[in-house]
């Protein structure tokens, strides 16, 4: 160790009084210069599934909201454009505006409950769906991502209709579809969606086959006890099944 | 008698009695110390409280509210509001040309929910664990002139100026997640989403809140008084989600704020100017506030204080001045066989006052110069202990400036009360008849 006597030393102890007292211990404020990323922007088009339903925390937990948190980048801006019970037709009015006004770069649309309360057929379900999808694709410039039907025993809202115990203020039609008539509708829709997405370039997520696959291997329920709407499980299963399709369609693996 | 032979003659007087000198140097260091020390840490406390007024703005800052002003109220620091007044860029651009004004920000508030996802609140956190979402306000400012807005930042950083992924929260609303202020700086790097409202009225008649939503980063923690909100954003962010909020339909969210600016913060040319530019605003149809009548109170208590701590150092530096002047006086009586063969030799009075006041002034300025860096290291230290204490209770800590005019006063000051001090003995040395001298 250098040690410094006499004249020397004086002068080294000086010198770090002087570097103490010149020296700056408070912190600064800092600011940074990072350059903003490109804007990504997210609308979701749907029903009460995609407010949240009656999740936990419908804000936290409604699979769009976890779409947006789990697959998109930082920079995204997502708009949740869903109405509670919506319908395809509906959606037209309601939510078609709004997303064309945002230029999205994604749009997720998941349109079943609604209409099959409220008993559209098949055929003007499907030509409703092209209609929307084809708005929303805006000559291609978006990606559209259409989920169908998950199994009937499975519908959010028509199991709660079914069940004819407390309605939970849906708008349950007058007669109620019986599980066998209501399955051959939820396959007809399936069809319908398969065919609007095919003519329109929008991408099928298919929910029915992620619910049949959860259910049949004994996973947790998807739907809430009332069955009126999607439980946090079954909504985490819906956004992830968007994920997918999403990763597909774009190449990105990770936010 | 050359100034060089004055020199190198009180130069030998002091390698002859080192160890008096020593002590007078170390008394007039110990005094200068003090008085350098005292001052500072009475600067550095004036600044933090000014500071603590003004919120960590500038002095002559003026908040605008989106309000009509009061007349009754006129002139005092903190007005009630008249009625709702929106602000838009007709009322900034004639705000800015209000004579004494000097910068101009709009304040741009937004309604935002705010969620959390990965906060997991300890064992160790005050307050209710599960509150993932809140709803709270974010406030949008210039952050390229965050200087001038009365924000603080204590801990982490500002967030870049034209970010829409970057933002800063206040100690407040990391309460609402249970994190007590001491542990605030934890939230940083943390992301968040963050939802403008919008009320929506569907095509079957029910009211709708519908959101738009972004992702951001937590980047610092800052108190901030530019306007009501737990969350400080660039005026970017601040401005999408406050103009997809007022987009909505008011007869869903009559609530919504549609004024473009929720306020302005104007700072107007020096402390001075503030009545003149408040009068100037409130004539535009505006109502003010600033805290210039606390300011001058503040300022006027801190400078009794001063002058109280500076007197002090004064006489600390007198009684060692004391020091000098018997130190030397000590020397002229046992140098008085020297002086007087100096004399014989043909030394003149002159000669021998400038030897023995180079003494003097040498221990002056030595020890002053030794005393104004021990004094600004000690005002270090003690700002750091402060500093330290201050960001552990959550509070904007305390900046410890280097004051050089302050230390180069002290020295000459030192040095000159060093030469009249000793101007007493040096004089009698000088008086010595040169017989009278070797004689004795």
Known sequence: MLRLRGPMGIAVAVLSIVATACGSTAAQPTVSHARPAAPYRYVAVGGTDATGGATVDPLLDAWPQQLFRTSMPLSAVFVNAAVPQETVAGAAVDQVPTTLAASPTVVTVWLVTGDVLAGTSPAAYGAGLHSLLRALRRGGRTTVLVGNSPPAAQLPGLVACQSGAERHNLRCPARVPDATSAQATVTAYNTAVATAAASTGALVVDLDAAVSSTVAGGGPAVLNPTGADLSTVGSTLVAKAFSAALRGATGRTSP | ????????????????????????????????????????????????????????????????????????????????????????????????????????????????????????????????????????????????????????????????????????????????????????????????????????????????????????????????????????????????????????????????????????????????????????????????????????????????????????????????????????????????????????????????????LIEAGVMGAVGGLLGTLLGLALARAVGTIVDGYLRGQGLAGVHVGTPVVLGVATVIGSTLLALVAGSVPARRAARLSPREAVEQ
């Open chain 2, 1 to 356: 008698m050359s100034w060089s032979d004055a020199f190198r003659l009180a130069a030998r007087s002091v390698v002859r009695r080192p160890g008096r000198v020593a002590l007078t140097v170390v008394a007039v260091a110990l005094a200068a110390a003090l008085f350098t020390a005292m001052l500072t840490m009475a600067a550095t406390a004036q600044g933090r409280v000014l500071d603590q007024l003004a919120k960590g703005g500038p002095l002559a800052g003026i908040q605008v509210a989106a309000a009509a002003p009061d007349p009754s109220q006129s002139g005092s620091d903190n007005p009630s509001l008249g009625a709702s007044r929106p602000i838009d860029q007709t009322a900034v651009d004639r705000i800015a040309r209000v004579r004494g004004v000097d910068v101009v920000l709009p304040i741009i508030t937004a309604q935002t929910l705010m969620i959390w996802p990965n906060h997991v609140s300890t064992g160790k956190d005050s307050g209710p664990a599960d509150h993932s979402v809140v709803f709270d306000q974010m406030v949008g400012v210039d952050l390229s002139h965050v200087t001038n807005v009365p924000v603080t930042l204590s801990a982490g950083r500002f967030p870049d100026p034209g970010s829409t992924t970057e933002v800063d929260v206040t100690p407040v609303l990391l309460a609402r997640y249970g994190i007590p202020s001491t542990r605030a700086a934890r939230a940083v790097g943390s992301v968040v989403e963050l939802g403008a409202p919008r009320g929506f009225r569907s095509s079957n008649g029910s009211s709708v809140f519908r959101s738009r939503w972004t992702k951001a980063t937590i980047v610092g923690v800052v108190t901030q008084q530019a306007g009501s909100g737990g969350i400080l954003a660039s005026a970017t962010l601040a401005r999408a989600g406050h103009d997809w909020t007022a987009g909505g339909d008011p007869t869903v969210d009559s609530d919504a704020n549609r004024s473009p600016y929720s306020g302005l913060f104007v700072i107007a040319k020096g402390l001075g100017a503030v009545p003149q530019v408040r009068a100037g605003i409130e004539a535009v149809g505006y109502s003010t506030s600033a805290p210039e009548n606390l300011i001058a109170s503040v300022e006027r208590y801190v400078h009794v204080v001063e002058i109280v701590l500076g007197g002090i150092g004064v006489i600390a530096l007198a009684i060692a001045s004391i020091g000098i002047a018997t130190a030397l006086l000590a020397a002229v009586r046992e140098r008085r066989r020297e002086i007087g063969i100096l004399k014989a030799v043909g030394a003149r009075d002159r000669d021998v006052l400038r030897s023995f």
